[in-house]
């Protein structure tokens, strides 16, 4: 498939090969990854869908590199300001991509500026696009410094665009700082709600403007059924499911255990994951705000979840983790490299690798997901 940008951008990297042959070079990559734990996984599952899966995006503002006009899109490699414009990029649902275009053409008309980081003048930041793929419902949020002009005449264009999905919402968030970042901080919603809806597992899910929620819905249904498969392998009456985020993984397997505890150290995460319960009727599910340290001390569970950040395990949450005791651990990481650093510091406490299965989550990008399960000695 043909992409301009392709190579530059940094989005794609397996587009000039068939998927199959992806898959393959991926499943070589996490074998070397794992070292002596590469065995156990037989083949890298492939995603349900292969394109526009992604249901966020964070685009940047900057120039086209050729004749510097406004930009708007993927950072180019080893570039501060050059972006590749996503309007033919296959990754992303063709919603985005209307929705892009309009607003670098508002922008454009209305002869705003980038934020240029060395000289600190412009106004535009970044676009933060999120979608509910199983809904069609639609956030945005417009990252720029205080010095932009009015938005409500993009916010009422946009409201006009013919979407194949809803816009329920349009968030400001202003960052007058430096670094090349989306902060939630200083947020206003100018319009409609803060949150779209989403639907995985038969479950419903709020999902607000900066919370974390997988990327490619179809693969996480998946990746769970996975994870459901390795808790139930045994009987077990009570789940801890650690870095819980908003409760997902906990409220899709409540129907088969007693009782699941959810934890997470962001507060917000944890009201948004005893709300989404609320709305789909668990009462099994409880959920905690704190770190594994201050909030697990009482029950011994049968089985222990964790879905930790790209940089796996924080070394003081390991021993913590081990002292819970658990018949059975489940490890889900979307970053190869900490779950072999991981695994090993927990095979010298006596909880052995039994299994991984690898689902590609992130079709051509060299991205895969892993899940492992851990029983103790």
Same mark, same amino acid.
């Given at each position: 498939?043909?992409?301009?940008?392709?190579?530059?951008?940094?989005?794609?990297?397996?587009?000039?090969?068939?998927?199959?042959?992806?898959?393959?070079?991926? #499943?070589?990559? @996490?074998?070397?990854?794992?070292?002596?734990?590469?065995?156990?996984?037989?083949?890298?599952?492939? /995603?349900?869908?292969?394109?526009?899966?992604?249901?966020?995006?964070?685009?940047?503002?900057?120039?086209?590199?050729?004749?510097?006009? #406004?930009?708007?899109?993927?950072?180019?490699?080893? /570039?501060?300001?050059?972006?590749?414009?996503? &309007?033919?990029?296959?990754?992303?649902?063709?919603?985005?991509?209307?929705?892009?275009?309009?607003?670098?053409?508002?922008?454009?008309?209305?002869?705003?500026?980038?934020? !240029?980081?060395?000289? !600190?003048?412009?106004?535009?930041? !970044?676009?933060?696009?999120?979608?509910?793929?199983?809904?069609?419902?639609?956030?945005? $949020?417009?990252?720029?410094?205080?010095?932009?002009?009015? @938005?409500?005449?993009?916010?009422?264009?946009?409201?006009?665009?013919? @979407?194949?999905?809803?816009?329920?919402?349009?968030? !400001?968030?202003?960052?007058?700082?430096?670094?090349?970042?989306?902060?939630?901080?200083?947020?206003?919603?100018?319009?409609?709600?803060?949150?779209?809806?989403?639907?995985?597992?038969?479950?419903?899910?709020?999902?607000?403007?900066?919370?974390?929620?997988?990327?490619?819905?179809?693969?996480?249904?998946?990746?769970?059924?996975?994870?459901?498969?390795?808790?139930?392998?045994?009987?077990?009456?009570?789940?801890?499911?650690?870095?819980?985020?908003?409760?997902?993984?906990?409220?899709?397997?409540?129907?088969?255990?007693?009782?699941?505890?959810?934890?997470?150290?962001?507060?917000?995460? $944890?009201?948004?994951?005893?709300?989404?319960?609320?709305?789909?009727?668990?009462?099994?599910?409880?959920?905690?705000?704190?770190?594994?340290?201050?909030?697990? &001390?009482?029950?011994?569970?049968?089985?222990?979840?964790?879905?930790?950040?790209?940089?796996?395990?924080?070394?003081?949450?390991?021993?913590?983790?081990?002292?819970?005791?658990?018949?059975?651990?489940?490890?889900?990481?979307?970053?190869?490299?900490?779950?072999?650093?991981?695994?090993? $510091?927990?095979?010298? /406490?006596?909880?052995?690798?039994?299994?991984?299965?690898?689902?590609?989550?992130?079709?051509?990008?060299?991205?895969?997901?892993?899940?492992?399960?851990?029983?103790?000695?």
């Amino acid at each position: 498939m043909d992409c301009e940008y392709f190579g530059r951008c940094g989005g794609c990297t397996y587009l000039d090969i068939p998927y199959e042959k992806e898959l393959e070079l991926k #499943l070589e990559s @996490l074998r070397e990854t794992l070292g002596e734990y590469g065995n156990l996984i037989d083949s890298v599952l492939p /995603s349900p869908v292969t394109e526009g899966y992604r249901n966020k995006m964070e685009l940047a503002f900057g120039d086209d590199g050729k004749d510097g006009n #406004l930009a708007l899109g993927i950072r180019k490699k080893r /570039s501060f300001y050059e972006v590749a414009i996503p &309007d033919k990029c296959i990754l992303i649902p063709e919603d985005f991509k209307k929705i892009t275009m309009y607003v670098l053409n508002y922008f454009r008309e209305s002869k705003e500026a980038f934020f !240029h980081r060395k000289r !600190h003048i412009g106004t535009l930041r !970044h676009l933060v696009l999120r979608r509910g793929t199983f809904t069609g419902e639609l956030l945005i $949020i417009l990252s720029t410094t205080s010095g932009v002009g009015s @938005l409500t005449p993009l916010i009422e264009g946009l409201r006009q665009l013919p @979407l194949e999905g809803q816009l329920v919402g349009f968030l !400001h968030s202003i960052n007058e700082g430096v670094a090349d970042a989306v902060k939630s901080e200083n947020t206003q919603l100018l319009w409609g709600r803060d949150y779209y809806n989403e639907e995985l597992s038969g479950l419903k899910f709020k999902v607000s403007a900066f919370s974390f929620f997988q990327t490619n819905v179809a693969g996480a249904e998946e990746l769970y059924s996975i994870v459901r498969d390795f808790a139930t392998t045994t009987p077990a009456n009570l789940v801890y499911d650690l870095y819980c985020g908003t409760g997902t993984i906990s409220q899709i397997i409540s129907p088969q255990f007693k009782k699941v505890v959810g934890i997470e150290l962001i507060e917000d995460a $944890i009201k948004a994951a005893r709300e989404n319960a609320e709305l789909n009727g668990i009462d099994n599910c409880e959920f905690y705000a704190g770190d594994v340290g201050s909030v697990l &001390d009482k029950d011994n569970p049968d089985v222990v979840i964790v879905d930790p950040p790209r940089d796996g395990l924080h070394p003081k949450a390991l021993p913590q983790i081990v002292k819970l005791n658990a018949a059975r651990l489940i490890y889900v990481a979307c970053k190869p490299k900490s779950l072999a650093r991981d695994i090993a $510091i927990l095979a010298e /406490s006596d909880y052995i690798p039994d299994k991984i299965v690898s689902i590609d989550m992130f079709p051509r990008t060299p991205h895969v997901e892993c899940v492992c399960l851990m029983v103790r000695r």
